[in-house]
């Protein structure tokens, strides 16, 4: 190499710095971004392979149905392959002392077993191990933040399993914060108890456990993890072997224990069969007896008793006779009496009647007695009146004596008297008067003498009357007499019968009474006996029972040993390897994607970079015609002026990989492993490990890419001779382009439009360059932007629009809906919930009939699919359609049905079991994967109800504070084990999500280089061979602007295809990617958000407008003295 | 007064401690219509004549007057303008943008001016009418010089200044061009600074700038200019 030829070189660079650096650049750019992507990988997994080593993380996991003893410890540790084995504990519990129940998995913290190492030791972070009873170490990604010195309370039962018994306290304090190599991801696995998920997982001291056996087994492989990667094929080879010969350690130690425990165990409880068998034949013996007993008795008694009562049964017809015939004679008696006085009553008619007809004819008589007497009493009147007359006739002066002699007559006159006195006082008066009132007196005389006739007649008439009627009264009188002595002796005889009748009723009533005593009596002795049978017999049931109880008690006992024994049922070891860990094998997948990822991106730097390359050193070697020319003439050979050339290529090539290599290597593994990290807990940091492989390929690439352009370009310099070299290159013709055939549309077009457009087409590897590279930046943002959209749509979608509830309340065990009641009651009449569901959801797997998915898989069963509908929304993701259960099939979640190829109507088989069921519609989920089915779909499917355990509610108005009182409040009751709240995932997504954005940060900034790069070179070049094009347009006058339009345009159409060509390149890049590093359980988003298309052009827009920029102030810088100068 | 007047113009270049005069303290006058020609050897400083009355670059110390605007004093924009409208501009190596036609090339200028010539009238008058739609690539170097003068006069300048236009063509070329240029500043009046190192063109020019180390030695009336059929070199 000549000195001169070197000076040259230096000095080219020197004078050509912004081109040198821009090769430099784009080279840094493509090499650093590939190798330092591709360097992540081999990072993270160094890293895991340190961290698994620092923590002696078990090659191992032993579990087995009934635990291990130390037998069996000694078995495993001198199995062929094995190492070191430390026997342990762990427990799945719940706790309710947080504010949200959680599933915990209590480990025993590590500890040195026999001579061995640690096993899987843990990073405490915060605090201390727990070394005595009542501590504990909560890992950190402890959800509800215990702090140490906190207390943590364990329920004494999970589900049906009693855990105070298995642990010595519930009681512990915080003590410690650790993380374990066994838990390395967010996933903490599955249970058997609670939800069956676990939440979180704790070290408790060894002595804690209350356990007989160790229930699990860590051993290591005694190979060195130096010497074999745990991410190799002959890592897995030896798991492989070893993991056969722990099976024939099993074999032999399952053997040993059903030899030992189960046979012995079986004898046991056979004896004890028998034994309660022939105690159970005496004792129902004996009670047999006492039975026969008590039976001889009571029929004993029966007969007694129902002698005594023929007795007095016979009695009472007796009497019941007497009464009978006593009640005849009465109503004989009642008959007699009412003839007698029947006869008494018609012979007293007649007499009546009689007495009736004598009374008249009396009365008659009667009459005729006061005709008589008034007949009487008229002679008397008359005579009186008589005299009575006389004297009022009397003459004056007539003498006293005569007066009173006659009023002395008139006062004696009587009936008998009057004719007598009235003839004396006639007789006197003639006397004093001589006879002048004799006439007076005849006359009245001659009246009484009639009355005295009638009188006398009816006198003769009446003692004529009387004299008929006395006989008649006289035979009345007798008849009376008569009847009265016959009603009297018939009296008399009523009388004496109604004595023997009521004699007779007395005695019946006597004989009655002496009945009812006896009977009395009777029903004393039957109380009696009665009484003293139940007695006897209450004894012999209470015996019974007693024996009974005694028995199933004993049988009980029996049974659950029997239960217990078979419950073991097939004495299993279970060997786990690594894989099994929650989120090993993920991390190793997760790797695997990074650099999938890191395979695609860098092309296009490096395609980028070939451009680049192309570009600058052909416009470089056509500078330095004339100066090939010279040292061609000047004798140099070709090889040496290529060799110039080459030398710039590739010392800038050499520059930028250095470069690239020492600002990328260090840099972006450790961006990427950030992100990643929020993901796992592992060490905080990681140690770069080249990969080498990726290293050279790039510097080959990148020098081959540089040197291959070049040396192309030089070949075609060089066929020209140094003559031809040495005058001035004309220029290269321009040259009508098919646009201008559109003559009207092109006649419009300035100056510099045309130009444009020429050269556009005129210049065809920087529009190459420049569309790719432009491409290439805005589908980068567009990706990245495109993966922001993806990922929070994962977060925005399910948990707004798919997932409505907010709340999740597990109950104590898994049970029929009907026995839900009560909580659902309770969630119903809760203001702060307005809808709830109740599932019940189990892990699966699921598979068609061409693939199978093992994981994390849910099968969701709604109890009432109109509710259910109401909290997660089922629809087509495209046409927004929604779905709805029925009982003929399942609803899968798209990724399910994708992962397992199926489509609407295919079959899809549910579990270990594979039952059989039609996929009735796919719908839109992005996190985890789900079968839905109505609980009649199950029930057709399983042929018996689901088991409930969850319920989904959707509460109102849900912050922090409603939380926490609902937390309290629904951890109150006794049927609820857990209560957690979609907010805390959203939150942990979210922070995921955060930790992706560095991610699309670093993919939007490197985008942004690679257009700042392509632009400012294209620019460059446009700049430099256009030199005295610009100074022209100076000289006649352009203003600046105009000036840098001339310019600018060619780089904003550029631009502008460019953006477009991105735009599709990006969604094709986007879909690429988002497949890539995709997990199993989750879905990303589907679509790129127009916005993201916007920001994408906008961004890459501004780039181009920043160098623009830059590039004004070098048009500016244009000496116009350049116009002057002749051609090169 | 004169169209053109440089008064008393140093123009200095400073290499570290040593100062150069490009141009030394010149003065000169040149009167409208007139065709000038500054003649001089390499270096004697007339491109920075041309540069500094062409607004392309700016004299350390002076005045330049071109129609009664003193230049030295103008800011970045007016020289803009200053070049846009009242200068024409003939390079020594036609300066044509590749890429644009003739009749394009000539529009770069039409485009910006505020009263220009119609473009093909332009071409026209330099006789290139024909060959309006080719590229410069396709044209001769005279034809390119033409479009070029063109391009300078179809924006009505009031000062045409050429930069060696003969410098890049043959005898013939050469002569047809300066016959171009004479004719041109005969029937339209148009003032010619004509900057060049050949002494057989100064016959033809109404004035001669004889400049020498920066420094004018010779600024004379050619009484009776020649017409430039007649001159021979």
């Known amino acids: ?1128 | 007064m004169s169209l053109v007047e440089f008064k008393n113009v140093y123009k200095q270049y400073k290499m570290g401690e040593v100062t150069i005069n490009a141009v030394d303290g010149i003065s000169f006058n040149i009167e409208e219509g007139e065709f000038a020609v500054v003649v001089g050897s390499s270096g004697a400083g007339k491109t920075t004549v041309l540069n500094i009355l062409g607004g392309m670059d700016s004299a350390t110390k002076g005045e330049v007057f071109v129609d009664n605007k003193n230049i030295t004093k103008l800011n970045d924009k007016s020289l803009i303008d200053y070049r846009r409208f009242d200068i024409g501009f003939v390079f020594q190596f036609y300066n044509l943008i590749p890429n644009l036609t003739a009749k394009e090339n000539v529009e770069l200028a039409t485009q910006i001016s505020k009263n220009p010539l119609d473009c093909e009238t332009a071409l026209e008058s330099v006789g290139l009418i024909e060959r309006k739609d080719n590229f410069p690539a396709q044209l001769s170097g005279g034809e390119q010089q033409r479009v070029s003068i063109a391009r300078a006069l179809a924006k009505r300048p009031k000062l045409l200044l050429c930069d060696e236009p003969t410098g890049a063509l043959d005898y013939n070329t050469g002569k047809a061009i300066l016959k171009l240029l004479q004719n041109t500043c005969r029937e339209e009046k148009m003032t010619v600074v004509l900057i060049t190192h050949n002494q057989a063109i100064t016959p033809m020019a109404d004035r001669v700038i004889r400049m020498k180390s920066g420094k004018v030695i010779e600024n004379r009336i050619n009484e009776n200019p020649m017409n430039v059929d007649d001159i021979e070199w």
């Open chain 1, 1 to 1128: 190499m000549k000195k001169a030829l070197f000076k040259n070189t230096f000095r080219e660079i020197k004078n050509t710095k912004a081109r040198f650096i821009s090769i430099m650049m784009i080279v840094a750019l493509g090499v650093g971004f590939f190798v330092g992507v591709k360097s992540t990988a081999p990072s993270m997994e160094q890293m895991a392979i340190d961290y698994y080593e620092e923590t002696n993380l078990m090659d191992f996991r032993l579990i087995s149905t009934v635990g291990f003893d130390e037998d069996d410890v000694k078995a495993v540790e001198n199995t062929s392959g094995i190492n070191d084995v430390s026997p342990s504990y762990f427990l799945d519990v719940s706790t309710t002392s947080g504010d949200t129940g959680k599933t915990i998995r209590l480990l025993g913290a590590p500890s040195k077993y026999a001579d061995s190492d640690i096993i899987n030791d843990t990073l405490v972070i915060e605090g201390r191990m727990p070394t005595k009873d009542g501590e504990i170490a909560i890992e950190c990604n402890d959800f509800s933040k215990y702090k140490i010195g906190d207390k943590l309370t364990i329920d004494e039962k999970v589900g049906d399993t009693d855990i105070k018994g298995q642990l010595s306290t519930l009681e512990y304090e915080v003590v410690g914060i650790v993380k374990s190599p066994m838990y390395i991801s967010i996933e903490r696995g599955t249970t058997t108890v609670g939800n069956g998920k676990i939440d979180e997982f704790a070290y408790i001291a060894e002595s804690n456990f209350e356990l007989e056996r160790y229930t699990v087994m860590y051993a290591t492989l005694d190979t060195s993890k130096k010497a074999v990667s745990p991410f190799s094929e002959e890592y897995e080879k030896l798991i492989d072997d070893v993991t056969d010969n722990l099976e024939l350690t099993a074999d032999v130690r399952v053997e040993a224990f059903t030899g030992e425990n189960i046979d012995e165990a079986q004898k046991k409880i056979d004896d004890g069969k028998k034994e309660l068998e022939e105690e159970k034949a005496k004792v129902e013996k004996e009670l047999a007896d006492a039975k026969a007993e008590i039976e001889k008795g009571e029929k004993e008694y029966e007969s007694e008793i129902s002698t005594a009562q023929a007795q007095i049964d016979s009695a009472q017809a007796e009497i019941q006779k007497g009464r009978e015939e006593l009640s005849a004679g009465k109503s004989e008696y009642e008959k007699s009496v009412a003839v007698f006085n029947d006869e008494i009553n018609s012979a007293k008619e007649k007499l009546d009647e009689g007495y009736a007809q004598f009374e008249s004819a009396y009365a008659q008589i009667d009459n005729l007695k006061t005709t008589k007497s008034q007949l009487e009493a008229e002679k008397v009147t008359a005579a009186t009146v008589t005299i009575n007359g006389i004297i009022s006739t009397l003459p004056q002066g007539t003498s006293q004596e005569v007066l009173d002699t006659l009023n002395a007559y008139a006062v004696s006159i009587t009936t008998e008297n009057a004719v007598a006195v009235l003839n004396e006082a006639k007789a006197y008066l003639s006397s004093v008067f001589y006879g002048a009132y004799d006439q007076a007196f005849d006359m009245a005389l001659a009246g009484i003498a009639q009355l005295d006739e009638n009188i006398t007649k009816l006198s003769d008439t009446i003692a004529l009357s009387e004299e008929k009627l006395l006989p008649v009264k006289e035979e009345l009188d007798k008849g009376y007499a008569e009847l009265n002595a016959k009603e009297q002796e018939g009296l008399a005889a009523l009388e004496l019968a109604l004595a023997q009748l009521d004699e007779a009723e007395e005695k019946l009533n006597t004989a009655s009474a002496t009945l009812g005593n006896s009977r009395a009596e009777l029903l004393d002795a039957k109380a009696d006996g009665k009484k003293q049978l139940e007695d006897a017999k209450k004894k012999y049931e209470k015996g019974k029972k007693e024996a009974e109880e005694e028995f199933s008690k004993a049988e009980k006992e029996l049974s659950d040993a029997q239960k217990e024994l078979d419950d073991l049922g097939e004495i299993k070891w279970m060997i786990f390897n690594r894989d099994d860990n929650p989120g090993y094998s993920g991390f190793v997948d997760n790797t695997g994607r990074v650099d999938a990822v890191a395979s695609v991106f860098p092309m296009f730097f490096l395609l980028v970079a070939m451009l680049v390359c192309l570009t600058t050193m052909t416009r470089l070697v056509e500078e330095k015609r004339t100066e090939i020319g010279t040292f061609k003439a000047l004798g140099y050979s070709d090889r040496s002026i290529t060799f110039k050339f080459v030398f710039y290529a590739c010392s800038a090539a050499f520059l930028g990989c250095v470069l690239g290599c020492v600002s990328c290597i260090p840099t972006l593994p450790r961006v990427i492993y950030n992100a990643y990290s929020m993901l796992y807990n592992m060490e905080d940091s990681i140690d770069i490990v080249v990969d080498k492989m990726s290293l050279v390929l790039a510097l080959l690439a990148a020098f081959a890419c540089c040197a291959l352009v070049t040396l192309f370009v030089c070949y075609k310099n060089l066929l020209h001779k140094p003559a031809s070299l040495m005058r001035p290159k004309t220029p290269k013709a321009g040259k009508r382009i098919l646009m201008e055939r559109i003559t009207p549309l092109w006649n419009r077009f300035n100056f510099s439009s045309k130009v444009t457009f020429r050269n556009l087409f005129r210049y065809k590897s920087r529009l190459f360059m420049t569309a790719i590279g432009i491409a290439g930046c805005t589908a980068l943002m567009l990706t990245a932007f495109g993966l922001y959209n993806s990922i929070n749509d994962v977060c925005d979608i399910q948990f707004k629009e798919l997932c409505k509830y907010n709340t999740i309340i597990v109950t104590d065990k898994e049970k029929p809906a009907g026995e839900m009641g009560e909580l659902l009651k309770a969630i119903d009449n809760d203001d702060r919930f307005v809808s709830s569901a109740l599932v019940s959801q189990k892990s699966i797997s699921v598979s068609s009939d061409k693939e199978s998915v093992n994981s994390d898989v849910y099968l969701s069963v709604a109890q009432n699919p109109e509710d259910f509908e109401k909290l997660i929304t089922l629809r087509n993701r495209v046409t927004k359609e929604e779905l709805s259960l029925s009982n003929t099939g399942a609803v899968i979640t798209e990724k399910l049905a994708k992962m397992l190829s199926l489509k609407v109507g295919d079959t899809v088989y549910i579990g270990e079991e594979k039952k059989e069921t039609t996929v009735l519609g796919i719908t839109e989920n992005y996190v985890y994967n789900y079968v839905y089915m109505s609980e009649e779909a199950y029930e057709n499917v399983y042929g018996e109800k689901p088991l409930y355990s969850t319920v989904y509610a959707e509460a109102d108005d849900l912050n922090v504070d409603v939380e926490k009182e609902l937390g309290s409040d629904y951890l109150k009751r006794e049927d609820v084990t857990a209560i957690s709240f979609t907010s805390t995932i959203i939150k942990d997504f979210k922070d995921m999500i955060g930790s992706m954005n560095m991610v699309v940060l670093v993919m939007i900034i490197s985008a942004g280089a690679l257009a700042i790069v392509v632009l400012y070179n294209l620019t460059n070049i446009n700049l430099a061979e256009r030199n005295r094009e610009i100074a022209t347009i100076k000289v006649l006058g352009f203003y600046h602007k105009e000036t840098s339009a001339f310019v600018y345009r060619e780089n904003i159409i550029l631009t502008i295809i460019g953006i477009l060509f991105g735009l599709i390149l990006g969604i094709w890049l986007w879909d690429f990617v988002v497949k890539t590093i995709e997990m199993d359980t989750v879905m990303f988003g589907k679509s790129i958000h127009a916005i993201s298309f916007v920001l994408a052009a906008v961004l890459t827009g501004v780039f181009s407008l920043v160098v623009n920029f830059i590039m004004f102030f070098k048009i500016k810088a244009i000496n116009m003295v350049e116009s002057l100068k002749s051609i090169e």
